[in-house]
């Protein structure tokens, strides 16, 4: 895979890493008792959206100069895919959290639930 597509992959993991990033941000912030998970965890999706943007750049610029290719077996396309399995799990569960269309008494419990298991932080 050249590095303009696997940049390409990198870009859309971005941009569901912010998505998701802006969703626990919401609730950490709606929310001064949220957690230590949730805190860690928008701070490492925080952290990760930084090294994204930083390997864009770089297979865009100079990894796409030097001519590199690296297999869909590579380390760096296995744990694209991962990470990006293990972010669109999460976006799913944020986002069913922050779209319920119960009654608004449900809707509440639901938005006070943290919607994540502590095996889904680490």
């Known amino acids: 895979m050249d590095p303009l597509s696997l940049s390409a992959s990198v870009a ?12 626990i941000g919401a609730y950490v912030g709606d929310f001064h008792s949220a957690t230590g998970d949730s805190r860690d965890l928008y701070a490492e999706l925080t952290a990760l959206h930084q090294v994204l943007e930083k390997l864009i ?42 779209g319920a269309q ?17 095996k889904d932080c680490d």
Do not use: H
Request: glycine content about 6%.
């Open 102 to 118: 119960e009654s608004t008494m449900t809707r509440l419990k639901e938005k006070l639930r943290w919607p994540l298991q502590k």
């Open 12 to 23: 859309g993991l971005v941009s569901l890493t912010l998505e998701v990033s802006k969703m």
């Open 57 to 98: 750049a770089f297979l865009r610029g100079d990894g796409a100069r030097s001519g590199l290719s690296f297999k869909n077996t590579s380390v760096l396309s296995s744990a694209i895919f991962v990470c990006e399995e293990k972010i669109k799990e999460l976006y799913k569960k944020f986002d069913k959290w922050q």
